[in-house]
């Protein structure tokens, strides 16, 4: 009898498992809400409108950062032209300092030029480094040559007008007398 029991008890559980077993894939797709159409069509139309907002937003900081560079060079262009026209004033001023023989007007004349360079320097105007150094097309406009011995070729002799630039851009190249060989 007790093997009837635990036979009877055995066959009473496995008739509680294939009770208990059921098909959750069948479960799951019932318990899925079923999306109504007009929400659907909200959701899709948000969807296209943050993606419109996304790229107008990128579009107005592409034009925010192209702005401020065409300020910024628009600005440097304008302080350069300034320069431009003021820079035959120090040339004259050059050219007097040398002529006069009075000691008192060439410290006049020293003392007005000294200004001007330090009203171009506060600009971020700069004088190109010319005589002495080797001759860069970037920088230096050869306007005479003259032959020179081998260490002197390529360097720069002298300097007939001084160049300027404003950060890395070139003002005015310096008008210079180049160094070259001499020939047989």
Do not use: W
């Not at 036979?7 to 009770?19: F, G, L, P």
């Not at 306007?143 to 011995?149: I, K, L």
């Not at 001084?162 to 190249?173: A, E, N, P, Q, S």
């Amino acid at each position: 009898m007790a093997r009837s029991a635990n036979e009877n008890k055995k066959k009473a559980s496995k008739q509680e498992e294939e009770v208990v077993s059921f098909d959750t894939e069948e479960m799951i797709r019932e318990e899925q809400p079923k999306v109504d159409p007009q929400v659907e069509k909200l959701t899709q139309e948000l969807k296209a409108e943050k993606d419109n907002y996304l790229r107008l937003r990128a579009d107005y900081e592409n034009f925010r950062r192209r702005n401020q560079e065409a300020t910024v060079a628009a600005r440097r262009d304008g302080t350069a032209n300034a320069v431009e026209a003021i820079l035959p004033i120090i040339d004259s001023i050059d050219r007097a300092f040398n002529i006069c023989a009075d000691e008192k007007s060439k410290e006049g004349l020293l003392l007005i030029k000294k200004q001007i360079e330090t009203s171009l320097s506060q600009l971020g105007v700069t004088e190109i480094a010319a005589e002495g150094a080797d001759f860069d097309h970037n920088l230096h406009n050869a306007v005479q040559r003259a032959e020179v011995e081998e260490a002197e070729v390529g360097k720069v002799l002298e300097v007939y007008q001084r160049g300027y630039k404003l950060g890395d851009k070139v003002i005015r190249y310096a008008m210079v007398k180049v160094g070259v060989e001499k020939s047989e």
